[in-house]
């Protein structure tokens, strides 16, 4: 079912949550890695025809953090004037132009919005 509903905007921005104590894991034992001291966090913000408005979010460990900004970027333009309803259509939307974590994005983004 499809609603005459339209996504008009949509922002992405990431911000850092240093940790109060940073985190070791094994690798950081066997001196792979050093010690984590901060969490990327990914927000999507989405704002429909009728007003309807969602916060998604998403997280990064480790050096993941800008790249997830960037393909989030890369893939909110293709969100413009869809229906938020249809799911099927904005992950195939999204999954032409985009890696496997657009799925997670969408979905979470559009749970919100309702």
Known sequence: MTSSDRITWVRVSS????????ISDAKVLTGRQKPMTEIAILFAEI???SGHQGLGFSYSKRAG???Q?????????VLIDEDP???AKLLGSCETRCAATTPRVVSCTHRLTR
């Open 69 to 77: 900004f960037a393909h989030a970027k890369e893939i909110a333009p």
């Open 15 to 22: 911000c850092y949550l240093p940790l109060a104590t940073p």
């Open 65 to 67: 953090g800008p790249g």
């Open 85 to 87: 309803s249809d799911i």
């Open 47 to 49: 704002e429909t025809e």
